[in-house]
Structure formats: C-alpha cells, structure tokens
C-alpha cells in the first residue's frame, strides 16, 4: 500500500536482496500502473479482482516460471496473493510455498494507517483520500468497487451488509451460502503457507488478521475457533492438519524490519534450499509479481 515495484528505497531494495541470496533465481517484477506515480496509486484505488485476474493472464506467459514458484505477500499483498492461488492455480504456473507478512486475510475492521517514514515512499494525499472515502462508507456501491482497502474492509458489526456487498474478500474466504470447491482445491495444493505477524502491529486492525484470526465484535477468534477453519470452506484446515501451514512472528511495527532480517528469517528459512527454489515474488498485488507493500 503506497508502494511502487520497483522504488530502490523498498520493494525494489527487496528485489535486489533476493536476487542476490538466491544467485541464478528468477524474481520478476510487474506494475499495474504505468510509471511509479500510477503503481502507486494502483494500491488505493482500482479494482482488486480484475488485478488479480490481469495478473493471472500474465503469469501464464511467463516461461520461467513454468515449474512453478513460491511468493511473498507483503500487508494487503498477502491476501491478493492468495486470491492468485485460489483463482489460478488450476491455471498455472503453480504456487509451491506462500509467505505472508501482516497480511489481512480476515480483512480489517477499522482504517489502516498507510504512512512509513521508513520507506518514505506514500504519496500522502493518497493516503488521506484512501482514508477519508474508506472512513465514510465501505460498502457503497463506488467505494466498495474502487477503492482497494473498501475490499477487504470488514466491519464485525455490519456483517450482513458485508457479505452482500464485499466483492473481494468475501468470495476468497468462502463466507457466503454457496461454496467455492476449487477455491479449496486450489489452496489446498500448496505444499506450504506461511502466516507472518508483526508482534507490534497497529495498522492492521487487529493485527492477528495476519494469522486468520478475526474479531466478531466481543471477543478474538483465533484461527481454529473460525467456522472458516472449523468448516474449512478454504481449505486452511486440511492444510493445517497436514502440518503445511506455518505461523511466525516478526518483531516490531508493520512493514517496519531490515533487510538483513528478512533475509535471515524469510528467505534463508522458507526459500533458500527449496527445491523450487525462489522464482517470483508479489507484493501489493496490485503490482502483480513485485514484493510490495
């Protein structure tokens, strides 16, 4: 979120770094907008289902990654990047391991903060519009089809007007009547899914999202204790009980580590050694395969 994917400050920093730890590795980068200034603003407003079906068109094309790959979703690029797995996967190339650091895989129930002095890379009238039009109303009919953050809003105390509205999250978490087998099939044939929490996390409300847990308006419910997992309508269970998902923690702010750690705790232990080694990585999604925020 107000990231580009190829700023040297950030993602491109991250680019770099694996590419470096992992010599002979593809890591392939794409913008949804053209230029920095629209990348940027590809990740506050557009439409998330149709960048994630734009990516999937794309990834088909892409020689190297015939053999598959393994991706890194960095805050609301997790959850894209596992809407690219439900959806695709079918399709190919196929996602072997998924790394996920603060995603919002139960989406957010209050607005995101999207300034990083770290990174200084978030146009900050971005940032207030985003703000401004989520904090009015998530669920009316522009809001909820344009700005990115609206789709993946979820509000525990507006629950009906959410399933009838979000057209994002709601569908790749499976929460309505009818269920969407090859969502669960899809996710299902990941060989690992890793699920990162940064210990200190308050732009991502509540911050457990990031593992799957969600706030129903009285109390946290953790993971297992959701009727997503109990009834598995994603297949996060079966994973579960096969011993494929993985939860970690990272100390710290959102988004906020060096590139030291994540080389030492992300790459060395999830990616290096694999034995499909490390062959794409996505970020905001809306940047398609480039680690953003």
Request: charged residues 20%; contains cysteine.
């Amino acid at each position: 979120m107000g990231d580009s994917c190829c700023n040297n400050r950030s993602i491109g920093a991250v680019r770099n770094l694996i590419a470096e730890a992992l010599p002979g590795t593809f890591v392939f980068s794409l913008a949804t907008g053209r230029g920095a200034a629209g990348d940027t603003e590809s990740s506050f407003f557009g439409n998330v289902n149709e960048q994630v079906e734009n990516v999937c068109n794309a990834l088909a094309n892409i020689t190297e990654l015939r053999n598959g790959y393994n991706g890194v979703g960095f805050s609301q690029g997790g959850q894209f990047m596992r809407a690219l797995v439900e959806r695709c996967q079918h399709r190919g190339p196929r996602m072997h391991t998924l790394v996920t650091l603060g995603g919002q895989h139960q989406g957010v129930m209050n607005v995101p903060l999207c300034w990083n002095p770290s990174f200084n890379a978030t146009p900050t009238y971005l940032c207030r519009a985003m703000q401004s039009v989520l904090g009015w109303g998530a669920y009316l009919p522009w809001i909820r089809d344009h700005v990115i953050q609206a789709q993946y809003f979820k509000d525990p105390w507006r629950m009906a007007d959410y399933l009838r509205h979000n057209a994002f999250l709601a569908d790749i978490n499976n929460e309505r009547g009818a269920k969407n087998a090859l969502y669960r099939e899809n996710l299902v044939s990941l060989e690992r899914l890793v699920l990162v929490r940064f210990s200190e996390d308050y732009t991502v409300v509540p911050r457990d999202s990031a593992w799957f847990a969600f706030y129903d308006g009285k109390k946290l419910q953790g993971m297992r204790d959701t009727a997503l997992y109990q009834e598995d309508w994603i297949g996060l269970r079966e994973l579960d009980e096969r011993g494929r998902v993985v939860f970690d923690e990272i100390p710290g702010a959102h988004m906020h580590f060096t590139l030291q750690y994540f080389q030492e705790h992300v790459v060395d232990r999830y990616l290096k050694g694999s034995k499909h080694g490390f062959d794409s990585m996505s970020g905001k999604l809306p940047q398609a395969l480039a680690a953003a925020q």
